[in-house]
């Protein structure tokens, strides 16, 4: 067929299949250039999930549970009552101590008493032993004129020496009882135990109560009464609702564009249409490495893929703001953190001579800032 025999319809359509064509691929090229610059002055990522501290409750002291206040996933706030542990023993154990403190101001005074005693005796023996050395002294001058006999004077002799070594004796008493007394300065020391014998006995039975230290969530509740808890033993958790966080694995091509105090677009997987908060509170430093050793301290990052070179992916902590009432955190929910990083890459040198000079300079302009110091989790 001769293009004079084409009708013009078929023209019409073949001109119709061209622009088509022109503008689907104008379109993809366009909408291609806006993905490239969206994702490279917003570093994101799909690899996030909600976190929160979680505090392990566990009793101070060991015994049989005799009272569950919550149930799972409760609301608590800071000193409401969690559960209780058998008081019993403890308070016995209280009761015992308050009564043995008695006794021992009993025993205080009677040492005191004691120390009376002795001063009293050493007071008696060392004016037996002046009266003894005073008698010696008067009748030794009369051993010459024998007024007197040598037996006299060596019983007079014998007598001191006993008297003084009475008040030798007395004084080593005195010591005793002083020392039995355990008076340091103003502190009594056997008063002092036995003060604190009732001190950890009073706090063994406040121990009893398990009150909430934080305000948040009940979880992994699985207890009931009768069962017995072990000191230090974790029963179940509480999330603290303080403060969330985000954890977001960025690539590490990405790091250079991402630096702590950017503001972060966060969406939940629970909230799709609802858009959160959050601020850049720094970046991890480390990862898991099985050569090192080092599980359970440093972040495990899993690649996607194992045939293929991937850029390794860091954590970046996002601190988030508060939670709307209609919309409730949950820790472990899966997000998309979105950084408003706002700046660029450096242009590689191969695109340069195909971009305007003018487009070229208005992309140097974007530089990327200097990294700051981490945020506070309070900001």
Not at 54 to 72: Q, R
Not at 360 to 375: C, D, F, K, N, S
Request: aromatic fraction near 8%; glycine fraction near 6%; hydrophobic fraction near 45%.
């Amino acid at each position: 067929m001769t293009a004079a025999a084409t009708s013009p319809s078929d023209r019409a359509k073949c001109l119709a299949g061209r622009s088509f064509g022109i503008a689907a691929v104008t379109c993809a090229v366009v909408l291609s250039f806006l993905t490239w610059w969206e994702l490279d002055i917003r570093p994101r990522t799909d690899d996030a999930y909600l976190r929160a501290n979680v505090v392990g409750i566990a009793a101070n002291v060991a015994g049989y549970i005799t009272e569950l206040a919550v149930v799972d996933n409760q609301a608590v706030t800071v000193g409401d009552l969690l559960f209780r542990v058998d008081v019993r023993p403890y308070q016995a154990a209280l009761d015992l101590a308050v009564a043995n403190l008695g006794y021992v101001d009993f025993e205080i005074q009677a040492l005191k008493d004691a120390i009376e005693q002795r001063a009293a005796a050493i007071a008696e023996a060392e004016a037996i032993a002046l009266y003894n050395q005073q008698y010696l002294a008067r009748i030794e001058p009369l051993l010459p004129k024998q007024f007197v006999t040598p037996d006299q004077v060596e019983a007079a002799q014998r007598n001191l020496r006993a008297s003084q070594a009475k008040v030798l004796e007395a004084k080593a008493a005195l010591a005793a009882a002083n020392a039995n007394l355990g008076q340091l300065g103003d502190i009594n020391v056997r008063r002092a135990r036995a003060q604190a014998e009732v001190v950890e006995a009073e706090l063994n039975v406040g121990y009893c109560e398990v009150r909430s230290s934080v305000n948040g969530f009940v979880t992994n509740f699985n207890t009931s009464v009768g069962q017995y808890a072990r000191m230090g033993e974790e029963i179940f958790a509480l999330v603290d609702t303080a403060n969330w966080y985000l954890l977001a694995n960025y690539q590490e091509t990405d790091m250079r564009l991402i630096t702590p105090g950017m503001e972060v677009e966060v969406y939940l997987m629970a909230y799709p249409r609802q858009r959160f908060r959050g601020v850049v509170q720094g970046i991890g430093w480390a990862l898991y490495d099985s050569d090192q050793g080092s599980m359970g301290v440093l972040p495990t990052v899993s690649p996607t893929l194992d045939w293929v070179r991937l850029a390794q992916r860091f954590p970046v902590r996002i601190v988030m703001d508060s939670a709307p009432d209609a919309f409730p955190y949950r820790m472990g929910a899966t997000a998309t953190a979105i950084v408003q990083a706002n700046v660029r890459r450096e242009v590689p040198d191969i695109l340069k001579p195909l971009l305007p000079d003018a487009l070229e300079r208005w992309l140097g302009t974007l530089t990327i800032p200097p990294a700051t110091q981490p945020v506070s989790p309070g900001r």
